[in-house]
């Protein structure tokens, strides 16, 4: 297995976290680069449906607990299933959200704590990405990105505060893995994103264009 191939992308709502993988995933097939671009909650059949459960807005009674090990419940299946054969393929894989979605999330903005999230997730550990992209968007530029988006889940119709509390969730994640998590400035434009963050994977992939 590569130890540099699994890269995720980090980001609270409206980060651009899509736009910038659809791009990069473009540049990898111009390039003839082997990878996958999946994403969590999701990426196979048991946890899309596991995602769907979590973010019905008709399951307002869930609670934290049960949230944080739904997430954790998605994340070991999509690893085992889609994740880390395709490593062992030497394959890149691009990842939208991982472990640090449930740290700054349910660790810090639910107050679930990040030892317990990281207790949910033991069976996980085992595999941690290699490089994390992290757009950095202040809550007030994704709230009103988040305004104008017609289709909104359980947690997109969080408070402000929720959303607040999870942006402060993803700066302790930065202090937790300095070496791991790479930080882009999201309130730039999205052509600006974009740019920056294929950069940092071609700066770390070692690759030239
Ligand atoms: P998405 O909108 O980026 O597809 O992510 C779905 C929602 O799930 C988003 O609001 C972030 C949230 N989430 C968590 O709260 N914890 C997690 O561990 C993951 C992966 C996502």
Redesign the pocket.
């Known amino acids: 297995m590569n130890l540099k191939n699994f890269i995720t992308f980090e980001g609270g ?1 409206c980060s651009g ?2 736009t910038v993988i659809h791009s990069i995933k473009a540049l990898f097939d111009e390039l003839g680069i082997e990878y996958i671009s999946t ?4 990426g196979i059949k048991i946890a899309e449906q596991i ?1 769907n459960i ?2 019905d807005i008709n399951n307002k009674e869930m609670t934290s607990e049960t ?1 944080t090990l739904l ?1 954790a419940a ?2 070991m299946q999509h690893l085992s299933e889609r994740v880390i054969p395709a490593l062992n393929e030497g394959k890149i894989v691009l990842c ?4 640090d ?2 740290l ?3 660790g810090y903005a639910r107050g679930i704590g990040m030892d317990n999230v990281l207790k949910a997730n033991s069976f996980a550990l085992e595999k941690l990405p290699d490089l994390t992209i992290f757009i950095d968007v202040t809550p007030d530029v994704a709230l009103k990105r988040l305004s104008g988006r017609d289709k909104q ?1 359980r ?2 119709l969080e408070e402000m505060d929720f959303h607040k509390r999870v942006y402060d969730g993803y700066h302790k994640v930065m202090e937790m893995y300095p070496d791991r998590v790479v930080r882009i400035d999201g309130n730039q434009s999205l052509e600006e994103v974009t740019k920056d963050c294929i950069n940092k994977v071609l700066e770390y992939l070692k690759l030239k264009v």
């Open positions: 709502e976290k899509t994403r969590e909650p999701g995602r979590i973010l949230e997430y998605a994340r939208d959200r991982f472990l979605s449930s700054a999330y349910q889940d947690l997109d």
